[in-house]
C-alpha cells in the first residue's frame, strides 16, 4: 500500500502586506544620491525658513493689539508650521529602518494638523459668524481623527487619505462668505495660490518613476506653505493695524 504525501497549497495563502514595523512592503526608498542630497536641500531651507517665520510671525502677533484668543491661534498656526516642516525633513532624510516608519507616522499626522492649523487664525481674525466657527470645529475633528490614523494604523488608507487631505484643504471655500470673502485681496490670493500648489504638487507626489520626484514634490509644499504663511502673516498685520 502507498502512501501518498500532501503538503499545504502555499499558492493560496494571503500574501502580506505590512512588515511587522507597520510598512507598507510595496513602499521601497530607491532614491539616487543626487535625488537625497537634493531633496535634502529642499527641506534645510523649508525648516530653516519656517524656524524664522514662525518666530517673526509670533513676536508680531504678541505686539500686535489682536486679543488673547486670536494670539493663541496665531501661535497654533506657527507651532504647525514648524512641527510639518520638522518632521518631514527627520523622517525623509534618515536612513531606511524601523525608526524612519516610525517616522512617517508623525509626517502624515502633521498633514492633518497643520491642515487646521492654518485656517485657526484665518477664522479667529476674520471670521464673521458661527458658520466659520462650527466648520473650523469640524476641520478641527476630521484633523486629529486622521492623525490618530495615521499614528495607529502606518501604511493604512494612504490613497484615502490624500483625497482627505486636498477635500480639507479646500473645505474652507464652505465659508467663503464668512471667512475667505473677509480676507484682505493680498491675503486671499496667497492663500488661493498655496491651495493651487499643494494640489498640483499631489501630482508629482505620486508620479513615483519621475527623476527627483520627491524634492520637487516638496518644493511644491514649500512654496506652498510660503503662500500660507504669507496669507496669515498679512491677516495678523491688517487685523492687528
Known amino acids: 500500500m502507498s502512501v501518498q504525501e500532501s503538503y499545504p497549497d502555499v499558492s493560496s495563502a494571503p500574501v502580506p502586506r505590512f512588515a511587522p514595523d507597520g510598512r507598507p512592503l510595496s513602499l521601497a526608498w530607491t532614491y539616487t544620491p543626487r535625488e537625497l542630497l537634493a531633496d535634502g536641500v529642499v527641506h534645510v531651507v523649508g525648516v530653516s525658513l519656517g524656524v524664522i517665520g514662525a518666530l517673526a510671525l509670533t513676536i508680531s502677533a504678541a505686539l500686535s493689539t489682536l486679543a488673547p484668543s486670536e494670539k493663541i491661534a496665531v501661535a497654533i498656526y506657527a507651532a504647525g508650521l514648524v ?24 509626517d502624515h499626522a502633521t498633514i492633518f494638523l497643520m491642515i487646521a492649523g492654518t485656517y485657526t487664525p484665518l477664522v479667529a481674525l476674520v471670521g464673521t459668524d458661527g458658520f466659520a466657527f462650527g466648520l473650523l470645529a469640524g476641520i478641527w ?23 482627505l487631505y486636498l477635500a480639507l484643504g ?54 506652498a506653505a510660503a503662500c500660507h504663511y504669507g496669507a496669515v502673516f498679512r491677516s495678523v498685520l491688517d487685523a492687528g493695524a
Open 170 to 223: 479646500w473645505s474652507g471655500l464652505m465659508a467663503y462668505e464668512s471667512v475667505i470673502a473677509a480676507l484682505s485681496p493680498g491675503a486671499l490670493w496667497l492663500l488661493a495660490a498655496g491651495g493651487l500648489l499643494y494640489s498640483l504638487g499631489v501630482i508629482f507626489h505620486v508620479w513615483r518613476q519621475l527623476p527627483f520626484q520627491n524634492a520637487i514634490w516638496h518644493g511644491f509644499v514649500l512654496a
Open 83 to 106: 512641527a510639518m516642516l520638522g518632521t518631514s525633513a527627520a523622517y525623509n532624510m534618515c536612513p531606511v529602518g524601523r525608526l524612519k516608519w516610525r517616522l512617517r507616522r508623525a
Open 141 to 163: 475633528l476630521v484633523a486629529v481623527a486622521g492623525a490618530a490614523v495615521k499614528l495607529t494604523l502606518p501604511g493604512r488608507f494612504d490613497r484615502l487619505a490624500i483625497a
